[in-house]
């Protein structure tokens, strides 16, 4: 099996290719420190499986995701992070990666590759107890009431997506001063305090209705 990783901290790919190459069953040919290098070696190598880092310095491990399942939809890509973020979590889910687990859940790893090199998706217990809560619907919700108009709902969408307020505004040819406008009337109408929040929102009322 061979993994290609991709970390930003140079101690940690080489402690993950040291603890990886001991199980005598994978290779690791190349590691990298961020999403750029993410995309390059998985185009070089075309690894069984990518295991990434989320938070890198210039391109994150979601949008290497992104990109690389756009033209690779069958790749097979593993999240390893320390954050248990939910807007992290909802987006490895939309984007289609195939497994989220904490760096401190080391032990896990290795049955981790194992299975996604099987065809399974593998998401850490933490992460499986707060899947039901994003992706249920509940049903019957009523925009009407929160005076939700077609502009703010596009704008909620585009959020779900991980677009920052410069991207939203260059799609819907709007100012960042209006799109951050639209989005504190659209937290107030909510009763949401920020961005993690209304991306849970829009999973959990608008996606699956």
Known sequence: MDIVI????KFVTGALKAILEASGTITVPATGTDGSDAVKLY?????DILLTDIQMNVISGLEATK???E?????????????????YIIQALKL???????????ESLLPALEAVYSGQSVFGTEIISKIPGFLNPVPKFNYNEYDINERETKIIALV???LSNKEIAAGLFLSEGTVRNYLSTILEKLGLH????????????????
């Open 96 to 106: 289609g990666a195939k497994g989220y687990l904490l760096k401190q859940d080391y």
């Open 160 to 162: 779900a997506d991980g």
């Open 194 to 209: 920020n961005r993690t929040q209304l991306a849970i929102f829009y999973y959990k009322y608008i996606h699956n209705r």
């Open 67 to 69: 990109t690389i399942l």
């Open 6 to 9: 991709i970390d930003d901290d």
């Open 43 to 47: 185009e070089e190598y075309m690894p």
């Open 71 to 87: 033209k690779h939809p069958d790749a097979k890509i593993l999240l390893l992070t320390t954050f248990l973020d939910d807007e």
